[in-house]
């Protein structure tokens, strides 16, 4: 008996070294490197193709057209070129990561952007009755297609197809035949087509900067704090460094006077980027920092499992409708002042497709429960470089659509082979 005491005792402390609680592994940047590189090896590939793909981009065009594509006026046409593509992908992420689509997102946004300028064009309301009235119209969107899909149980493809094809008849009826309607309240209009002061510019990207490093070094020393895991200090002063680098490097650009004539002064962050960087960081919060956005990563990786948890499966599958919908209103409403009216076709086209091939390709799973707000964001970068960098090229109209579509197509093939890749290692 007294032989089987140690090697119990052995046996014990390797099954509580095997414990998820217990990590006395060497927190430094090797280590951390390595972890990372078993993750790309796992498929654990996040956001990496697409920052890959926008470096690539930008060299590639940069090549060959080096005195248009970076140029000052450009950079700010991007900027505002890729505004209402993102905001509709941000809200489609939350969609997508349930393994759900929403095929009525692009036209929905049209039908809000309608109700938007029909209220101050034709009813004299305020900019913010007007805006709010839009928003609202895409919440009650979404939350009907939450409760037919949620509720009902018709397939969401079904649900938002009936829509997308609904919704364009609702935008027909309201402005009419080969009809627009014109967005003139000087707000609305100043979101894509007017310039932040440059002071002001620079002091948002200080504050951003220094609440960024500030957040990251907070969450740092809490975890040291508790012994929890975390990053090597060096990796998250490199990551808050690249952010405030490239945060530094875009108002820099975006300040410089692009006027085409010397008798004008025209620089400045377009107003339409902190409202992308605060929608950004507001979805990112719920979805890293919150119950609710544990549970819809939760029911996006295993809806019955999450069930049986005690997650209300009905109640986040509506509430990502509601979320998506909403933003389709907010980017309805930032096209709007981008095109400085509404026509019958807002929305349509290839809205959809732009918006779910930017979260998609910017690393959100089209299979659900894998996905970050950001990734909107870089794919709507992605997005935006391919469109304006080949019509400064000027390439034919279907030669954009085959090299577009093979751009998502490799997208989601990166996505299946990862998501096999990481069913292969059981991650």
């Known amino acids: 008996m007294s032989t089987d005491i140690p090697e119990r005792k052995e046996a014990a402390v390797k099954l509580a070294d095997a414990d998820f609680a217990v990590d006395d592994r060497a927190h430094d940047l090797r280590s951390a490197l390595l972890d990372y590189r078993d993750r790309i090896r796992a498929g654990e590939l996040g956001a990496l193709p697409a920052i890959l793909g926008l470096i690539s981009l930008v060299a590639l065009f940069t090549a060959l057209k080096p005195d248009t594509f970076l140029s000052k006026g450009n950079i700010a046409n991007l900027s505002t070129q890729a505004l209402p593509i993102t905001i509709l992908a941000m809200g489609l992420v939350f969609v997508l990561l349930l393994g759900e689509i929403d095929l009525s997102a692009g036209v929905a946004s049209g039908v809000c952007a309608a109700v938007m300028a029909k209220l101050m064009a034709d009813s004299g309301q305020p900019w913010y009755v007007a805006v709010l009235s839009a928003v609202a119209i895409g919440i009650v969107i979404g939350t009907l297609i939450g409760w037919l899909v949620a509720v009902v149980r018709i397939p969401s493809f079904v649900v938002t197809l009936a829509l997308f094809l609904g919704l364009q008849g609702v935008t027909l009826r309201m402005i009419g035949d080969g009809g627009t309607v014109p967005v003139r309240d000087e707000v609305v209009f100043a979101l894509a087509n007017k310039n932040m002061p440059i002071w002001l510019g620079w002091t948002l990207t200080a504050v951003c900067v220094a609440g960024y490093t500030g957040t990251q070094l907070?969450?740092?020393?809490?975890?040291?704090?508790?012994?929890?895991?975390?990053?090597?200090?060096?990796?998250?002063?490199?990551?808050?460094?690249?952010?405030?680098?490239?945060?530094?490097?875009?108002?820099?650009?975006?300040?410089?006077?692009?006027?085409?004539?010397?008798?004008?002064?025209?620089?400045?962050?377009?107003?339409?980027?902190?409202?992308?960087?605060?929608?950004?960081?507001?979805?990112?919060?719920?979805?890293?920092?919150?119950?609710?956005?544990?549970?819809?990563?939760?029911?996006?990786?295993?809806?019955?499992?999450?069930?049986?948890?005690?997650?209300?499966?009905?109640?986040?599958?509506?509430?990502?409708?509601?979320?998506?919908?909403g933003m389709a209103a907010v980017s309805g409403i930032v096209a709007a002042s981008r095109l400085n009216s509404v026509a019958t076709d807002a929305g349509g086209g290839n809205t959809l497709l732009y918006a779910v091939g930017a979260a998609v390709i910017g690393g959100t799973s089209l299979f659900g429960g894998r996905g970050k707000a950001r990734d909107a964001v870089f794919g709507g970068l992605v997005i935006a470089i391919i469109e304006n960098g080949l019509g400064l090229l000027g390439t034919k109209a279907y030669l954009q659509y085959l090299i577009t579509g093979i751009v998502l197509l490799l997208a989601a093939g990166i996505d299946a082979l990862a998501r096999r890749r990481r069913a292969g290692t059981g991650r």
């Open 218 to 325: 907070l969450r740092w020393r809490r975890q040291h704090a508790r012994g929890l895991h975390a990053r090597p200090l060096e990796l998250v002063l490199a990551q808050a460094g690249a952010v405030a680098a490239a945060l530094l490097l875009g108002t820099y650009l975006l300040s410089l006077d692009r006027a085409p004539s010397p008798l004008i002064t025209l620089g400045g962050v377009p107003w339409g980027v902190p409202l992308v960087g605060v929608l950004l960081v507001a979805c990112t919060f719920v979805l890293g920092r919150t119950s609710y956005g544990r549970h819809v990563y939760a029911v996006g990786g295993n809806a019955e499992a999450a069930r049986r948890a005690g997650i209300n499966v009905t109640r986040i599958r509506i509430s990502v409708f509601m979320i998506a919908s």
